[in-house]
């Protein structure tokens, strides 16, 4: 069900301060926190003594202290001390996973640790360039990520779900463009592209990119496993050709990136930012954007986890019934398929 050979996040970086931070990713109960030198350090939540919670603890000069009996765990979950003797059982260690800062995320691989490469890393670079100011948020959402996955690559839905913010008519009436393999991506990238055209200004677009007149629209998502939803947003003047739009600075662009990462079969973790390359200093806008795109996701949120409730914790691939919208949808879900079992092929798993 879930990919483990990939980097996935496990939170934003500014979340971990001086308390280990618990969070179940992928099934497994983790536990986070900073060492020594400041690094982020992951480990298995449990301590391999009598297994009692390691985030029920604190952090006590940079290695984990479990609040059972004491015993204090560093970065790579060896044990360093243990209270009422010289030296600590050479044979405890608890499970650590390979964990990496970077764009502002805390990132941990929960497969095979000897696959798990840096260079690897999502190229996210919008959350920390200084050309790009960032909105940001967190949902937690009682739904499978695949449901998140096919909300994002299918944004039709914007007419109907979220007609108060970024939907219009224009969405779901303007067709939609798949392909499969992006670039260095490969072909584990599924790109849905869809372009509105001579269109009003949804709510959100007059006030967020200052249009009142008719406008031209762009989304393109783009998709990598597990669930990594990339969406090239714009807008300009209607009939603007889009270079000289750029070039007179009458676009606005903004990248919203969506991270999921599981937390059970039926609940996902889902990061988000809104970068914008535009109007970098304009704090209140900066608040405008985090607060109604966090209305916008509450308003999926109410849909995804209804939906799941109707599949009442079923495993499926795929729908009775598709529309055309559900092009992209339906091609990352054929490729997590391929991927998921590629992956338990190299494992051995039947």
């Known amino acids: 069900m879930f990919l483990k050979n990939v980097w996935q996040v496990a939170a934003f970086a500014r979340e971990l301060k001086d308390a280990p931070l618990t969070r179940t990713l992928l099934g497994e109960e983790v536990v986070l926190f900073r060492t020594t030198t400041g690094a982020p350090a992951a480990l298995l939540d449990e301590c391999p003594h009598r297994l009692a919670p390691l985030s029920l603890g604190k952090v006590v000069d940079g290695v984990l202290q479990c609040g059972y009996h004491g015993m204090c765990f560093d970065g790579t979950g060896a044990c360093v001390r243990a209270p009422g003797q010289e030296t600590p059982p050479s044979k405890t260690k608890a499970h650590s996973f390979p964990v990496v800062e970077r764009h502002a995320f805390v990132w941990i691989w929960m497969g095979d640790p000897e696959l798990a490469d840096e260079a690897r890393v999502p190229d996210i ?179 995804l986890e209804a939906q799941q409730r109707k599949l009442k914790g079923a495993h499926f691939d795929a729908f009775p019934v598709t529309l055309r919208a559900d092009a992209g949808a339906v091609q990352a879900r054929r490729m997590m398929a391929r991927v998921l079992a590629e992956e338990k092929q190299r494992q051995g798993e039947p």
């Not at 009939?239 to 969506?258: H, P, W, Y």
Request: with cysteine; aromatic share 10%; hydrophobic share 40%.
């Open 125 to 303: 670079f919008w959350m920390t360039d200084p050309e790009w100011a960032i909105s940001e948020g967190y949902h937690h959402v009682a739904a499978n990520y695949q449901l998140l996955n096919d909300n994002l690559l299918d944004l039709s839905h914007e007419t109907f779900v979220h007609a108060h913010t970024i939907g219009n008519a224009a969405v779901a009436d303007s067709p939609l463009t798949v392909t499969q393999g992006i670039g260095n991506l490969g072909q584990n990238a599924v790109r849905a592209h869809r372009d509105m055209l001579n269109c009003e200004p949804p709510p959100f677009y007059v006030k967020a990119a200052g249009f009142t007149g008719q406008i031209d629209r762009w989304h393109t998502t783009i998709f990598t496993p597990p669930a990594f939803n990339i969406i090239e947003n714009g807008s300009m003047p209607a009939g603007s050709n889009k270079e000289e739009a750029r070039q007179k600075g009458l676009t606005r662009e903004r990248r919203v990136i969506n991270l999921i990462t599981p937390e059970s079969e039926t609940s996902s973790h889902y990061f988000w930012a809104i970068a914008r390359c535009y109007a970098l200093d304009d704090a209140e806008l900066t608040d405008y954007i985090q607060l109604e795109v966090a209305r916008t996701f509450d308003e999926d949120k109410i849909i």
